[in-house]
């Protein structure tokens, strides 16, 4: 077995038992391999270990990545999603090669998402960053405004709101990692209160996944974890 099938073996190990040590009542979580910096062969040989879905974070690394995977024999078909920040002017490919978008933080790039979208396409799967570290971090829209921009984003025909993602402050710490997602999984709670159908939680990477899973994520996305150490981050 190669060593990235390994590591997700190891990955889906630690995902189960951190399921069942969830107070929560027993959910799915969906694995998110984050590629970024690897090359279509390491990707190739996760898609050959079952892996279906990858997140990137850079777009002309990504774009790249995404022809040569396409172009695969036999062909392989894998779910990509944008996991970066957003520049306006960067949008349309976006829109036009990814599945989901887990770094929406402003109504002005969901609108440009929704445009862009090729018509023939299912609406783009949308998850809204939110930042739950206050003043330590800059991205992600402020608890305070999550309901308006969940309002505009889920009244956009290209795009299908699907639910909340964050990047904590990194901690060492087990209880303060978990005190952050339950942040996180309140807001959550509170717009599905409210009436919107989200049914994801995206929160958790390789360092802090298992108090993801406990305070609920229903998906994490683990990077180093499967593909090793990266040159850069
Ligand atoms: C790089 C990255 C990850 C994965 O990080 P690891 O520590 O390698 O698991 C997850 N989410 C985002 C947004 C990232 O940029």
Known sequence: MSTIAQNLQ??????????????????????????????AAAVLEAARAGQTAFGENYLQEALAKIASVAAARPPVLLEWHFIGPIQSNKTRPIAEHFDWVHTVERAKIAERLS??????????????????????????????????LARAVAALPGLRLR???????????????????????????????????????????????????????????????????????
């Open 115 to 148: 445009q862009q979208r090729p018509a023939g396409l299912a609406p783009l799967n949308i998850c809204l960053q939110v930042n739950i570290s206050g003043e330590a971090s800059k991205s992600g829209v402020a608890p305070s405004d999550l309901p308006a």
């Open 163 to 233: 639910g909340l993602m964050a990047i904590p402050e990194p901690v060492d710490d087990f209880a303060l990692q978990r005190a952050a997602f339950a942040r996180l999984r309140h807001l959550y709670e509170q717009l599905r209160a409210e009436g919107f159908e989200l049914d994801t939680l995206s929160m958790g990477m390789s360092s802090d996944m298992r108090a993801a899973i406990v305070e609920g994520a229903t998906m994490v996305r683990v990077g180093s974890a499967i593909f090793g150490a990266r040159d850069y981050s």
């Open 10 to 39: 190891a990955v889906h190990h630690n995902i189960v038992a951190a399921v069942q040590e969830s107070a929560r009542a027993a959910h799915g979580v969906t694995l998110l391999a984050v590629s970024k910096t690897f090359d």
